[in-house]
C-alpha cells in the first residue's frame, strides 16, 4: 500500500501528503466532553513524497508519518514501512508510550529519520539513508537535486 504526496518540481512549498494518528476531545450530545486515545498498528505502508517543509514543532507534527499521544499500554508499532523523499521528519513518535517502530527504511528526508520525544519508544533495525539537516531548510528547488 502506497500513500504519495504530489511530486511537482516547480513547486517550491514542498507541502507533501501527511498521515497523523493523534488524540482528540469532542463535546458529545449531552454536552460532556469525550476523549479519544488512538493506538496505531502501521505496517507494510510506503510514504512517498510526503511530509511537510517547515512544520518542525511538536505540537503541529508535518511528518510523513507522525503518531502523537496514542494510548499507553496497548501495541503501537511502526514496522516495515518505507519513507521514499519526506520533506519533514520522516517518522516521529511524539508524546507516546511504549510504540515499536523497527525494520523500516527512510531514504530522503529533511530533518531526523525516525525521531521521538516519547517514554520507552523502542527503535529497533531500521535503514535510513540520506538526512538532509534543518540548515538546509531553504535550499532553493532547483537546486536540491530533490527528485
Given amino acids: 500500500f502506497t500513500i504519495e504526496g504530489v511530486m511537482d518540481p516547480t513547486d517550491t512549498t514542498l507541502y507533501g501528503g501527511r498521515v497523523l494518528v493523534s ?3 469532542q463535546i458529545n450530545a449531552e454536552g460532556e466532553r469525550e476523549e479519544y486515545i488512538p493506538v496505531a498498528q502501521i505496517m507494510g ?6 511530509g511537510q517543509r517547515g512544520y518542525r514543532d511538536y505540537w ?3 511528518y510523513a508519518l507522525a503518531l502523537q499521544n496514542t494510548k499507553p499500554g496497548e501495541d503501537s508499532y511502526v514496522k516495515s514501512c518505507a519513507v521514499d523523499v519526506s520533506h519533514n521528519h520522516a517518522i516521529g513518535i511524539i508524546g507516546s508510550h511504549n510504540v515499536e517502530v523497527s525494520g523500516n527504511v527512510v531514504y530522503h528526508s529533511r530533518g531526523s529519520g525516525i525521531l521521538s520525544n516519547s517514554e520507552n519508544t523502542e527503535i529497533v533495525g531500521n535503514t535510513i539513508i540520506y538526512v538532509r539537516s534543518y540548515a538546509n531548510w531553504e535550499t532553493p528547488v ?3 537535486n530533490y527528485f
Fill in 142 to 144: 532547483e537546486n536540491d
Fill in 45 to 50: 505502508v510506503q510514504f512517498k513524497n510526503c
Fill in 23 to 25: 488524540d482528540y476531545s
Fill in 60 to 62: 503541529d507534527p508535518r
